[in-house]
């Protein structure tokens, strides 16, 4: 498994509120099929809040569209610590990929590094992520994916084939 995006605790903290999502990028060095979304956040946080990992693509200075990716609902602990987003999406070697969350309350506290460059929107649904709208800010969130390196799966056609049944058509008077 390989990881692309910040995988170390950061020096500073982001305090969550409901449908606050906080992206950072990163750029593909290979092909990989992704599993999980991965966000660290303080040993402040308690218990209460829901995240999502988020994955979105651009090549500027803040994300463009809609996501790429939204990872699964999981409850951060007290405590924080690292919390995972399962997901199953492809990346692409060269392309520009925004890591983050968005949260549904404010008890829990992100982790993030007072350098590198980030971007973060304040009104978007916690329930349906939507279309990035905010600039950036100069700090850089402590999200990352992990990923299996190389093309996507191909789908077995073999196997799909066989394991296909024929129904038995009926006939009625014509």
Not at 8 to 25: E, H, I, K, N, Y
Not at 131 to 144: D, I, K, L, M, R
Not at 147 to 174: D, K, V
Request: proline share 7%; with cysteine.
């Amino acid at each position: 498994m390989a990881i692309l995006g910040n995988n170390t605790a950061g020096g500073d903290t982001f305090p969550c509120s409901s449908d606050r999502a906080m992206l950072s990028p990163y750029t593909a060095t290979e092909d990989g099929t992704v599993t999980e979304i991965h966000y660290t956040f303080d040993a402040t946080s308690t218990a209460g809040t829901n995240m999502k990992g988020l994955i979105y693509t651009g090549s500027g200075s803040v994300p463009s569209g809609t996501p790429f990716a939204v990872g699964a609902a999981v409850a951060i602990p007290v405590n924080g610590g690292d919390v995972t987003s399962t997901v199953s999406c492809s990346i692409t070697n060269g392309t520009k990929y925004w890591i983050g969350y968005v949260c549904d309350s404010s008890t829990a506290v992100a982790d993030i590094e007072t350098t590198g460059g980030s971007s973060r929107m304040e009104a978007t649904s916690y329930a349906s992520p939507g279309t990035w709208s905010e600039a950036g800010t100069s700090t850089e969130g402590c999200g990352w994916i992990v990923y299996t390196a190389g093309p996507p799966a191909e789908p077995n056609i073999p196997t799909m084939i066989s394991n296909f049944t024929r129904q038995p058509q009926l006939r009625g008077p014509m």
